[in-house]
């Protein structure tokens, strides 16, 4: 079955570093360009970065731009997100997603790729 699996979450000071992985099951990653969104409790989920298929492109929100970094390591079938300085309104569920179609950025989601998706929280 097709499936996208985050890991690396956790609970981490403000102004702490996490990196969250996402593996790829049941297609080829390398073909597709590869989101991060988050959800935090009571507020709507927003997309945090994308990364294209070749992962020569990358974009960010402005929210996380400086702090976070996207990358990918097709022969691992991975992408990473290099969460820094990280701070408490970055708390969230964070989820990723790959394109419904193909390489570019950004993701129009294909929410039968979603994971369940791991849990962020910058707390002191």
């Known amino acids: 079955q097709l499936q996208l699996v985050e890991s690396g979450g956790g609970l981490v000071q403000p102004g702490g570093s996490l990196r969250l992985s996402c593996a790829a099951s049941?297609?080829?990653?390398?073909?597709?360009?590869i989101g991060w969104f988050r959800q935090a409790p009571g507020k709507e989920r927003e997309g945090v970065s994308c990364?294209?298929?070749?992962?020569?492109?990358?974009n960010y929100a402005d929210s996380v731009k400086g702090r976070f970094a996207i990358s990918r390591d097709n022969a691992k079938n991975t992408v990473y997100l290099q969460m820094n300085s990280l701070k408490p309104e970055d708390t969230a569920v964070y989820y990723c997603?790959?394109?419904?179609?193909?390489?570019?950025?950004?993701?129009?989601?294909?929410?039968?790729?979603w994971g369940r998706g791991t849990q962020v929280t910058v707390s002191s």
């Open positions: 990364i294209s298929s070749s992962g020569h492109h990358t």
């Open positions: 049941g297609f080829t990653l390398e073909t597709y360009a």
């Open positions: 997603v790959k394109d419904l179609y193909g390489g570019s950025c950004p993701v129009r989601p294909d929410f039968g790729s």
